[in-house]
């Protein structure tokens, strides 16, 4: 059940008009009272005899009957509460003492309140109600309404439970805010899917993905299409900005422009200059890395930089982890503008269900997001992958990694009992999941060719290897369909110079395997990245990654063994 609260308003009619009228789309039906704060208040919508001029004097008359200059100069007050669309149809009188409960809760009228504020509540549809009430008491006095949403939101939880309805995951206040209606009845008007306000979020999201400087910030902006308008200071120095989509006009022609702030609380101009704090003075933050030359060499830097943020998460101070997974939400973001069509679209899904997890109350420590933020910027600057070859496969192999970082981002939401986040984390790794066949199917394939052809000798030899590092897992190794390309992926790790077993049981020490539901694949991608092993199977040849080597000395982040607990989705 959602309630929401609108902005105030000055005119009791005009929004009795609108509740009894018949919507901006004929989608109107049947309106009438449900209930109000007299039994006996006329009803437009049910009685011939009624009017919308007598409904509209009854609710004013204690705001009439104060002095001109004691009146207040936005009177109406208006909640919307609507059901969820799995929820049963409710009955006139289930919205009635919903919409009581309602009244009470947000202090409008306190049950036992006899001189509390005059009421109605409209039903016009089936899955919601309209309350509409004005802001002053019967005995002259205004209503306490501190934080009436969140004790709308509070209530609603309760009637959840109450009804047997879907309950809704609460929110924190730190949430995109969500689309007007006349914003969505615009876009629905146009045949457009998206409102202009999700689609400036998305567009700003993406541009300020790895950016390095607000000059970089905004160039992408005015690549991206869109309008800008930058509030700036007699000192030439950037307050703030706008944005509008070309398209999108107002009655009068204009284009219609909207405040960083007012699409995401952290696409602010004070907030996204936060991004571009110096690293910090963490050893591992400030690692000599390679320059990137490629959509490859890009994906294998951000596979690392998600280790590092992995280790963070499972180790770090809240404000250093806070800092990690609103960096992720960039690398994922600059991933999906950067890979093939086979993949995007998942990926983009990812990044867009992810943005709600990227805030919360826990404030980010930034400059120890330096590594997810040089990668994001490394994908962006090293333009779009192939669908195949190295770079298609190493796409896999970023996924392959996101997805854990992703899912232990959730577990730390969830530890913070940050619902809502939790919540967008875990749908961004399904799509993740979704995500990575497509990806890796081909590499894998070919991976598969090359163990089913490999000596049963040296298989023997690698299954003995598998029993030794990982004694409890192996039986489920072996009898897994992925269990030839690992195979081949040992043998090029032996070829190269490399310890299997060694090499198994380090790869396996750095996270969980049984929660996996492939875990060969997933040791296929950790071996190859930690023997630099080239990615696809066609480049047997090609250019190693120069990425920093996991293979590192004892007591380095990256011989740190932790495990993701209770990790809720099925990896691949």
């Known amino acids: 059940m959602i309630p929401r609260i609108h902005k105030r308003g000055s005119e009791t009619i005009g929004l009795i008009r609108y509740l009894y009228g018949p919507g901006t789309h004929e989608e109107h039906t049947d309106p009438h009272l449900v209930a109000a704060f007299d039994p006996l208040t006329p009803d437009p919508g049910r009685d011939p005899q009624a009017t919308y001029g007598q409904l509209q004097r009854l609710l004013d008359q204690p705001v009439n009957a104060l002095p001109v200059g004691r009146r207040p100069k936005k009177h109406v007050w208006h909640l919307s509460v609507r059901?969820?669309?799995?929820?049963?149809?409710?009955?006139?009188?289930?919205?009635?003492?919903?919409?009581?409960?309602?009244?009470?809760?947000?202090?409008?009228?306190?049950?036992?309140?006899?001189?509390?504020?005059?009421?109605?509540?409209?039903?016009?549809?089936?899955?919601?109600?309209?309350?509409?009430?004005?802001?002053?008491?019967?005995?002259?006095?205004?209503?306490?309404?501190?934080?009436?949403?969140?004790?709308?939101?509070?209530?609603?939880?309760?009637?959840?439970?109450?009804?047997?309805?879907?309950?809704?995951?609460?929110?924190?206040?730190?949430?995109?805010?969500?689309?007007?209606?006349?914003?969505?009845?615009?876009?629905?008007?146009?045949?457009?899917?998206?409102?202009?306000?999700?689609?400036?979020?998305?567009?700003?999201?993406?541009?300020?993905?790895?950016?390095?400087?607000?000059?970089?910030?905004?160039?992408?902006?005015?690549?991206?299409?869109?309008?800008?308008?930058?509030?700036?200071?007699?000192?030439?120095?950037?307050?703030?900005?706008?944005?509008?989509?070309?398209?999108?006009?107002?009655?009068?022609?204009?284009?219609?422009?909207?405040?960083?702030?007012?699409?995401?609380?952290?696409?602010?101009?004070?907030?996204i200059r936060e991004r571009w704090t110096p690293a910090s003075d963490d050893p591992a933050q400030q690692s000599a890395l390679p320059q990137v030359t490629g959509p490859a060499s890009a994906r294998r830097r951000a596979t690392s930089a998600a280790w590092q943020a992995l280790l963070v998460i499972d180790h770090g101070d809240d404000g250093v982890i806070a800092a990690q997974v609103a960096a992720a939400s960039e690398v994922l973001d600059a991933l999906a503008q950067t890979s093939a069509a086979h993949t995007r679209r998942e990926l983009q899904a990812a990044a867009t269900a992810f943005e709600r997890a990227s805030r919360s109350h826990i404030r980010a420590a930034r400059g120890h997001d330096h590594?997810?933020?040089?990668?994001?910027?490394?994908?962006?600057?090293?333009?779009?992958?192939?669908?195949?070859?190295?770079?298609?496969?190493?796409?896999?192999?970023?996924?392959?990694?996101?997805?854990?970082?992703?899912?232990?981002?959730?577990?730390?939401h969830a530890r913070k009992q940050h619902a809502q986040q939790a919540e967008a984390a875990q749908q961004a790794a399904e799509h993740l999941?979704?995500?990575?066949?497509?990806?890796?199917?081909?590499?894998?394939?070919?991976?598969?060719?090359?163990?089913?052809?490999?000596?049963?000798?040296?298989?023997?030899?690698?299954?003995?290897?598998?029993?030794?590092?990982?004694?409890?897992?192996?039986?489920?190794?072996?009898?897994?369909?992925?269990?030839?390309?690992?195979?081949?992926?040992?043998?090029?790790?032996?070829?190269?110079?490399?310890?299997?077993?060694?090499?198994?049981?380090?790869?396996?020490?750095?996270?969980?395997?049984d929660t996996a539901?492939?875990?060969?694949?997933?040791?296929?991608?950790?071996?190859?990245?930690?023997?630099?092993?080239?990615?696809?199977?066609?480049?047997?040849?090609?250019r190693r990654a120069s990425g920093a080597r996991a293979v590192s000395t004892p007591g380095s982040p990256a011989h740190i063994g932790a495990r993701l607990a209770h990790i809720s989705p099925r990896h691949h």
């Not at 949430?175 to 045949?191: C, D, L, M, N, V």
Request: neutral net charge; glycine residues 6%.
């Open 433 to 513: 999941r979704a995500a990575y066949p497509s990806a890796a199917g081909h590499p894998m394939a070919l991976f598969h060719q090359r163990g089913s052809r490999l000596a049963l000798s040296w298989q023997r030899h690698h299954a003995t290897a598998v029993r030794h590092a990982l004694p409890e897992l192996a039986d489920r190794i072996l009898a897994e369909p992925g269990w030839p390309t690992l195979a081949a992926t040992l043998d090029e790790a032996r070829t190269a110079g490399h310890n299997p077993t060694a090499l198994l049981a380090q790869a396996a020490a750095r996270r969980e395997l």
């Open 83 to 271: 059901a969820s669309p799995e929820d049963p149809i409710l009955s006139d009188d289930d919205w009635a003492a919903i919409a009581r409960r309602m009244v009470a809760a947000t202090g409008i009228a306190p049950d036992g309140d006899d001189a509390a504020c005059r009421w109605a509540a409209v039903r016009h549809a089936d899955d919601h109600i309209h309350i509409i009430a004005t802001l002053v008491r019967d005995d002259g006095r205004r209503p306490r309404l501190h934080n009436e949403a969140r004790r709308a939101q509070t209530e609603a939880r309760l009637i959840e439970a109450d009804y047997g309805l879907r309950r809704i995951t609460p929110g924190d206040g730190t949430a995109a805010k969500r689309p007007t209606s006349a914003e969505r009845h615009k876009a629905e008007r146009r045949g457009q899917q998206h409102t202009p306000r999700e689609e400036l979020r998305e567009a700003v999201r993406r541009s300020v993905a790895g950016a390095a400087s607000e000059e970089e910030f905004f160039d992408r902006l005015t690549t991206a299409g869109l309008l800008i308008r930058r509030r700036v200071a007699p000192s030439g120095d950037n307050l703030g900005y706008t944005v509008a989509l070309p398209g999108d006009r107002n009655a009068k022609g204009e284009p219609v422009f909207y405040s960083g702030s007012k699409l995401a609380p952290d696409l602010s101009l004070p907030r």
């Open 517 to 542: 539901e492939r875990m060969s694949d997933v040791l296929v991608w950790r071996l190859r990245r930690m023997a630099d092993l080239p990615a696809d199977p066609q480049n047997s040849q090609g």
């Open 371 to 412: 590594a997810l933020r040089q990668a994001a910027r490394d994908l962006v600057h090293s333009g779009p992958a192939l669908g195949r070859g190295e770079d298609g496969a190493t796409t896999a192999m970023a996924i392959d990694m996101l997805f854990f970082l992703i899912a232990a981002a959730a577990h730390w």
